[in-house]
Nanobody, 118 residues
Framework: QVQLVESGGGLVQPGGSLRLSCAASGLIFSIYTMGWYRQAPEEQRELVARITSGGSTTYAESVKGRFTISRDNAKNTVYLQMNSLKAEVTAVYYC????????????WGQGTQVTVSS
């Protein structure tokens, strides 16, 4: 059974930074593309960043240059470094392994809340 446990969220002031972690188990982590997604109140869940098994990355346009996704296959963990945070990134952040359009390996963990506010 695939388990994904997100952590690292919190309350931060505009301009601040956070590093999110997602610990994965129950899968051969190294072979999967992993993604970070977020869902704000009243909004659809959206892709924030994605990293392939080979380390290639993709970012939502709104976070390019400010967020960095990385992975540590030895620790079965994917990270999201978020810098220069703005209020509009406030959301619950989730990780999962995308298998295709609308298809994911996991079942969406509890997520981690990121709140950017002064």
């Amino acid at each position: 059974q695939v388990q994904l446990v997100e952590s690292g969220g919190g309350l931060v002031q505009p301009g601040g930074s956070l590093r999110l972690s997602c610990a994965a188990s129950g899968l051969i982590f190294s072979i999967y593309t992993m993604g970070w997604y977020r869902q704000a109140p009243e909004e659809q869940r959206e892709l924030v960043a994605r990293i392939t098994s080979g380390g290639s990355t993709t970012y939502a346009e709104s976070v390019k240059g400010r967020f960095t996704i990385s992975r540590d296959n030895a620790k079965n963990t994917v990270y999201l470094q978020m810098n220069s945070l703005k209020a509009e990134v406030t959301a619950v952040y989730y990780c999962d392994a995308p298998l295709g359009p609308g298809i994911f390996l996991g079942s969406w963990g509890q997520g981690t809340q990121v709140t950017v506010s002064s």
